[in-house]
């Protein structure tokens, strides 16, 4: 079973430019999770996806950020403009569902450094 | 509201064991779990616990969990060096969905 892809797995902008992150879930999970994880801290939840609806995008500084989840597969993470303290590791994770205790399956993360 | 804490950093020889401690604050978690990362990799789940247990055991890692303290540790028996990653602890809270909520991360070293 292929695992969570993401892509590019780097990304080096400076700032007030924007990037996009990519992220493609394993087949048939319907919950997908973009997670932001800042050097030496742990994951935070910025946005979870229920096929294509937002569930929780209270974390989310959405003056800047944006996520879409078309046809509920795919999903695409955007930062415009960009901030140095927006540097982190992007991980995206997918679960059959958005209950308790389905088990999230995360991608390798996508590395942006912000100049 | 949500808070998880550890320790940096534990180093430990090859053959002991490990123990990694994590606080948590929210007294409505339902699940607590394990992650591993390893350099330049995603996070994989090693175990998990629902919260009204107190020990489980899964071939070299047991979690024990005290509710009242609200702490969780997970011993890694008979370490081995591919054990070298950071650990970090989770928690789910009821009618948080499956959202979950990170602890540090603690770096754990086993040197030869």
């Known amino acids: 079973e292929a695992g969570v892809a993401q892509s590019p797995r780097y990304k080096i902008i400076e700032k007030r430019q924007s990037v996009a992150f990519w992220c493609n879930p394993i087949s048939g999970h319907a919950t997908l999770y973009w997670y932001q994880q800042i050097l030496g801290q742990g994951p935070k939840l910025l946005i979870q996806?229920?096929?294509?609806?937002?569930?929780?995008d209270s974390q989310l500084p959405k003056d800047r950020f944006s996520a879409e989840r078309l046809k509920g597969v795919d999903s695409t993470l955007k930062i415009q403009p960009a901030k140095l303290e927006d540097s982190a590791v992007y991980l995206c994770?997918?679960?059959?569902?958005?209950?308790?205790?389905?088990?999230?399956?995360f991608g390798p993360g996508t590395r942006l450094t912000v100049t | 509201g949500e808070d998880v804490e550890q320790s940096l950093f534990l180093s430990v020889r090859e053959g002991d064991s490990s123990v990694i401690n994590c606080t948590y604050t929210d007294s409505s978690s339902t699940y607590l779990y394990w992650y591993k990362q390893e350099p330049g990799a995603g996070l994989q789940l090693l175990t998990y616990i629902f919260s009204n247990m107190d020990m489980k055991q899964d071939q070299r890692l047991t979690v024990l969990l005290n509710k009242k303290d609200k702490h969780l540790s997970l011993r890694i028996a008979d370490t081995q060096t591919g054990d070298s990653a950071i650990y970090f602890c989770a928690e789910s809270i009821k009618g948080g969905g499956n959202k979950l909520t990170f602890g540090t991360g603690t770096q754990l070293k086993v040197e030869l």
């Open positions: 996806f229920q096929n294509n609806g937002v569930v929780d």
């Open positions: 994770a997918s679960s059959l569902a958005g209950k308790f205790m389905y088990e999230q399956y």
